[in-house]
């Protein structure tokens, strides 16, 4: 059996990736795979590579370290991989004990928790006011930023989104019943100042029913179909180069979000709760929260004194 010739640009291995890429549930995800099976077929192609092994998925793992890129970002990259060759084997294009030598490519161990990006409070008014004008697009931009920072939306989330999805309920305004990612099903209440910057939006654009972002041309024309996550990416990217913010990607803002409600006084349940997070521990990992165990909580009950 040497299918690996052909690897990775025959139409077997290609339908392969799209089996991979299919097998998780979440739209994050599959872009990940997604992206992570790309980037592994053109690293092979970029030189002459023995055929596909462990220890070419090790030199690829090396070769990602290199990179500096984050253990979380890379162990996802294995994972695919690891899949690929499972599913290759499976179906005839790979040996057993080569698939089998692949999954025990060990991923990249975390030092610590990756808090990633985030802004301060001062350094997220500057970027919420960051579009500037009065044009459609600038107005867009402003509403998006601000479900962005005021809501922890995540991209898809928010290109997702349509006018009557927000809705009053108990005397405010929050977006119900909003799926998020392993079907977590939260409500997410929507602050005063988001619904007043999106309300702003809607009526310069004229939108009353369908998606909330869309594109806007050249001419100042809003266009009909939602905008795209790649476009909500290069627009947070944007505004945050020009302020010298650094590589902010729209998953800081959400982020920000949550650790500014937890400045602020926000519980750790309620936190969890408009993000959505299946765990509370991802939502630690999120706000940078760690026991302390010197001046614990539970020192200062005095039940049985």
């Known amino acids: 059996m040497n299918a690996a010739i052909s690897f990775p640009d025959a139409p077997p291995w290609q339908a392969l990736r799209k089996v991979v890429v299919d097998s998780v549930s979440s739209v994050h995800s599959r872009r990940s795979h997604g992206f992570a099976l790309d980037d592994f077929f053109a690293w092979y192609r970029s030189e002459s590579r023995p055929p596909f092994s462990k220890a070419v998925v090790q030199e690829y793992s090396v070769q990602l370290e290199a990179q500096k890129l984050s253990p979380s970002t890379i162990n996802v990259r294995l994972a695919a991989i690891r899949k690929l060759a499972s599913q290759a084997a499976d179906n005839g294009l790979l040996a057993p004990e080569l698939a089998a030598g692949i999954a025990k490519v060990k991923g990249v161990k975390r030092r610590g928790v990756r808090?990633?990006?985030?802004?301060?409070?001062?350094?997220?008014?500057?970027?919420?006011?960051?579009?500037?004008?009065?044009?459609?697009?600038?107005?867009?931009?402003?509403?998006m930023l601000g479900l962005l920072l005021g809501c922890a939306l995540r991209r898809s989330e928010l290109v997702a989104l349509e006018v009557d999805r927000i809705e009053l309920r108990a005397g405010r305004w929050v977006i119900p019943d909003l799926i998020g990612m392993g079907n977590?099903?939260?409500?997410?209440?929507?602050?005063?100042?988001?619904?007043?910057?999106?309300?702003?939006?809607?009526?310069?654009?004229?939108?009353?029913?369908?998606?909330?972002?869309?594109?806007?041309?050249?001419?100042?024309?809003v266009g009909g179909m939602p905008l795209t996550e790649n476009a909500v990416w290069w627009i947070v990217r944007q505004y945050a180069g020009a302020l010298d913010l650094g590589t902010l990607a729209p998953h800081d803002l959400r982020r920000t979000c949550a650790r500014l409600c937890s400045e602020s006084g926000g519980a750790l349940e309620q936190i969890q709760l408009l993000l959505g997070h299946g765990s509370i521990q991802t939502t630690m990992d999120y706000l940078g929260t760690k026991q302390n165990l010197l001046e614990a909580v539970n020192d200062r009950l005095e039940i049985g004194e």
């Open 115 to 143: 808090l990633g990006n985030s802004l301060e409070e001062a350094q997220a008014r500057e970027l919420l006011c960051a579009p500037a004008g009065a044009g459609l697009k600038a107005t867009r931009d402003r509403a």
């Open 184 to 221: 977590h099903v939260r409500t997410v209440p929507v602050p005063a100042w988001v619904k007043k910057v999106m309300d702003t939006w809607l009526a310069a654009a004229a939108i009353q029913t369908g998606p909330v972002f869309r594109p806007v041309n050249k001419g100042d024309v």
